[in-house]
């Protein structure tokens, strides 16, 4: 089994910034691909950013230019720096990570971005 771990959601001013961790333990033979998904309330939950076992990283529209995704192969953690925030980013913030077996979601981490 494959557990996930996130921290550093909170309440932020428009503008402002915050880095998103996920920390990954249990069976982690070979992890092919880390991300991080949000979901506000009454929509479906998008994929923000995507990082793959070569360092390939994929971005949604609405936040290339303003979030960063890396990860610390070392400490099986993901990132994601995510700057310049709005208030439209308001969501709940899930990782994900991906290895052979199938894909574990972490328990979700508020963000909340006040105007």
């Known amino acids: 089994q494959v557990q996930l771990v996130e921290s550093g959601g909170g309440l932020v001013q428009d503008g402002g910034s915050l880095r998103l961790s996920c920390a990954a333990s249990?069976?982690?033979?070979?992890?092919?691909?880390m991300a991080w998904y949000r979901q506000a309330p009454g929509k479906q939950r998008e994929l923000v950013a995507r990082?793959?076992?070569?360092?390939?990283?994929n971005y949604a529209d609405s936040v290339k230019g303003r979030f960063t995704i890396s990860r610390d192969n070392a400490k099986k953690t993901v990132y994601l720096q995510m700057n310049s925030l709005k208030p439209e980013d308001t969501a709940v913030y899930y990782c994900?990570?991906?290895?052979?077996?199938?894909?574990?979601w972490g328990q979700g981490t508020q963000v909340t971005v006040s105007s």
């Open positions: 994900s990570v991906t290895i052979p077996l199938g894909t574990t």
């Open positions: 249990g069976r982690l033979f070979s992890i092919l691909l």
């Open positions: 990082i793959t076992n070569n360092d390939r990283t």
